[in-house]
């Protein structure tokens, strides 16, 4: 089994931070470690997973001021190499239609690159988008537009 990081993340997003759970039934690293691995995950990538998710959770205020909604966001040249125009734009258009404040792009973003070896595209771009605004109180409405993009499955038009 080939797994990811993303896709260990995806696992444990479906599975455990539904907003079933109260909030003192919420599993620990360890349990949460165990159980990836019993369900066949391979330990490195569930521990570089874990890590991930202690990221995302930590104090927001360390990467520095927030943009400005006049900035203009240029991608640097490892960021335009992980991502493909198509997940650029469509970062640029979750701001411009209000899913994402710049401070949340800038959270993606980040997020995104941390996944390091992990292929990006449009769909690893949607879950990790979503998993940031699941972790910041506040974002229901943005969560529940994005959680639509998310799992908008249909290929075309019916008629």
């Excluded at 690293?29 to 066949?40: F, V, W």
Aim: net charge negative; aromatic share 8%.
């Amino acid at each position: 089994m080939k797994e990811g990081v993303l896709d260990i993340l995806i696992y444990l997003f479906e599975n455990y931070f539904d907003g079933e759970l109260d909030e003192g039934d919420e599993p620990d690293r360890e349990t949460l470690k165990q159980e990836l691995e019993h369900a066949g995950f391979p330990s490195g990538e569930v521990e570089r997973a874990l890590c991930w998710l202690e990221d995302l959770a930590a104090d927001p205020s360390r990467s520095g001021p927030a943009p400005t909604a006049r900035a203009i966001r240029v991608f640097d040249a490892l960021e335009q190499a992980r991502l493909d125009t198509d997940c650029r734009g469509f970062l640029v258009h979750l701001e411009q239609v209000g899913i994402l404040s710049p401070t949340q792009r800038e959270l993606v973003i980040e997020r995104l690159m941390a996944l390091e070896g992990d292929e990006i595209d449009i769909e690893k771009l949607k879950w990790v988008v979503l998993m940031v605004l699941f972790s910041q109180p506040g974002q229901e409405t943005a969560f529940s537009r994005m959680e639509d993009l998310v799992f908008d499955e249909r290929p075309g038009a019916v008629h």
